[in-house]
């Protein structure tokens, strides 16, 4: 079978969605239609990541809610011009999205727009912080507003695809601008609709950054990284007290894959570019240390910095990936966002 039709036994194991939902182990995998029955539940209710933290400071992340998936002969089929891609340079998911897009070459069939690196008030009625579009393009480098709706934020997307939604609404988020609606916001599916079910408009369809031969390899990384890694520093970064065992936890859990991590060097280095190696530099070593380090998204307590500080420089395996992927030949820069951001509790 294709890749984008295999069914994964891992995180988001699914990229064409099922017509029931079923469980995985990182909980409901859901589409859009059966989105409205789940949001009854304590888990479907978050409005933002600060909402998952349960009072021991565990991270409790809900799934993503839109699941659909584009193919050549389904409701979304794969044409040009008919989605975009709204993304955050912050969040390392919606990043890979943006690295698939322009790797396969589909930067002129499917638009793309970015949110302001930060969380900021979504709306005057409540207290939600999301992400949001500046009112200019001038006013944040690297953002713009939203040029299909005119939403002034990204939680207004979702309350355009879905009236009654009360999830989390995060980025990426594939948009379908004939129907209005979300397409799929789950980051693993979006990158493998855009490396397999794009193909027949793609620049470069020959290029498959998800190759057969190499699925276990990759998917025993993205685990790796995923629940390891990303997952972990989400965990510290969201910690609601400041001497929270959670920190020293979930250091501890992201040192013990060190060995782990240095079998998979080589693999991670090779001469391929694949989904596994994107997924390693967009969630592990590039966005450790700007993203948290600087503590730009999201901060709760000054005191964070501190810890982040410690984290990055200490874990070992931390310098496993910063050898991974620093290499002075290529030539290639990033732009670290170098703000602040404020206190969100």
Not at 227 to 237: E, F, Q, R, S, T
Not at 274 to 297: L, M, V
Not at 306 to 315: E, I, K, P, Q, R
Request: aromatic letters at 8%.
């Amino acid at each position: 079978s294709s890749p984008s039709a295999r069914v994964h036994r891992r995180r988001s194991t699914l990229v064409s969605p099922p017509t029931t939902p079923r469980c995985c182990r990182h909980g409901l995998l859901i589409d859009a239609c059966s989105v409205h029955g789940l949001m009854r539940s304590r888990q479907m209710t978050a409005r933002s990541a600060l909402d998952e933290v349960t009072d021991t400071s565990a991270f409790d992340r809900s799934p993503s809610t839109f699941r659909s998936s584009v193919s050549r002969d389904g409701r979304f089929p794969a044409v040009v011009g008919r989605y975009h891609l709204y993304i955050s340079y912050a969040c390392p998911l919606a990043s890979r999205c943006l690295a698939f897009l322009k790797l396969k070459g589909l930067d002129h069939a499917i638009g793309v727009t970015v949110v302001k690196p930060i969380f900021e008030r979504t709306k005057e009625s409540d207290e939600h912080r999301g992400w949001v579009f500046p009112a200019a393009a001038d006013e944040e480098l690297g953002a713009e507003p939203d040029p299909l709706n005119g939403a002034r934020s990204v939680r207004e997307l979702y309350e355009i695809a879905s009236s009654n939604y009360a999830g989390k609404p995060t980025v990426p988020v594939l948009w379908d601008k004939q129907l209005k609606t979300v397409v799929n916001n789950e980051s693993s599916e979006i990158i493998r609709m855009l490396n397999a079910e794009f193909n027949g408009i793609a620049r470069n369809p020959r290029l498959d950054l998800y190759p057969a031969h190499l699925w276990a390899s990759i998917d025993e990384a993205n685990e790796l990284v995923y629940d390891a890694i990303n997952n972990d520093v989400y965990k510290c970064g969201f910690a609601k007290k400041k001497d929270d065992r959670v920190l020293v936890t979930d250091l501890g859990s992201l040192t013990s894959i060190h060995d782990r991590a240095r079998e998979l060097f080589y693999y991670l280095k090779g001469a391929q570019v694949d989904y596994g190696e994107e997924h390693s530099k967009a969630c592990g070593h590039n966005r450790f240390g700007r993203i948290y380090h600087i503590g730009h998204y999201p901060v709760r307590y000054e005191h964070n910095l501190v810890h982040f500080v410690g984290h990055s420089a200490g874990a070992q395996v931390v310098r496993v990936l910063h050898h991974m992927f620093t290499d002075k030949r290529d030539g290639s820069c990033e732009l670290e966002y170098r703000i602040r951001a404020p206190k969100l509790g």
